[in-house]
């Protein structure tokens, strides 16, 4: 393998810190929303039966602020470049935000925890499509969506778990 083909794509598109910015305000206004529409979200999880590998909820928290940062990221240096695959790569990017931002209201608000699993299914395979597409494009990207992919599966599995008890 030739040296030249380890080296990340060219950044040849206008994407500098005001693209960044962009990408971070974005996914920090999912986050923002999912809090705003379940303010009770502490003690909804609180009142459920959850099994006792459920972490506590102080650990959401933290956990999301890292991955939102780690998501934007990935999608800053995606769209940046002129690769072939970005466009692709961007909408199945734009896919798991969509489905992320639906699975909140979903659990929280209504307390439709088969929705919300269903949702969190589709969510998760959305973000492995999404690390697929990022791989051909930018490999950085795509290791930078593992930590969130691992979480979203993780998640899903408290979903189905309290689904299954909680009815």
């Known amino acids: 393998m030739a040296a030249s083909s380890r ?16 990408f971070l305000i974005l996914c920090y206004a999912v986050a923002a929303v999912g809090g705003l529409v379940s303010s009770d979200a502490d003690q909804v999880y609180a009142a459920l039966d959850r099994p006792a590998w459920a972490p506590p909820s102080w650990l959401f928290g933290p956990v999301w602020t890292v991955l939102y940062a780690t998501v934007a990221v990935a999608g800053w240096l995606v769209a940046r470049t002129s690769r072939p695959g970005r466009r692709r790569a961007m909408t199945a990017w734009s896919l798991q935000l969509a489905l992320n ?6 659990f929280f608000n209504a307390g439709r925890y088969g929705l919300a699993f269903a949702d969190i299914a589709l969510l998760t395979a959305a973000v492995l499509a999404t690390v697929l597409l990022f791989l051909r494009v930018d490999r950085r990207a795509a290791t930078l969506l593992l930590p969130y992919l691992c979480w979203v599966a993780f998640a899903g599995a408290l979903n189905w778990s309290i689904w299954v008890k909680n009815g």
């Not at 080296?7 to 910015?21: F, H, Q, S």
């Not at 931002?101 to 979903?106: G, Q």
Request: charged share 15%.
């Open 7 to 22: 080296r990340p794509p060219p950044a040849d598109r206008a994407g500098g810190w005001p693209l960044l910015l962009g």
């Open 101 to 106: 931002l639906a699975w909140t209201p979903l």
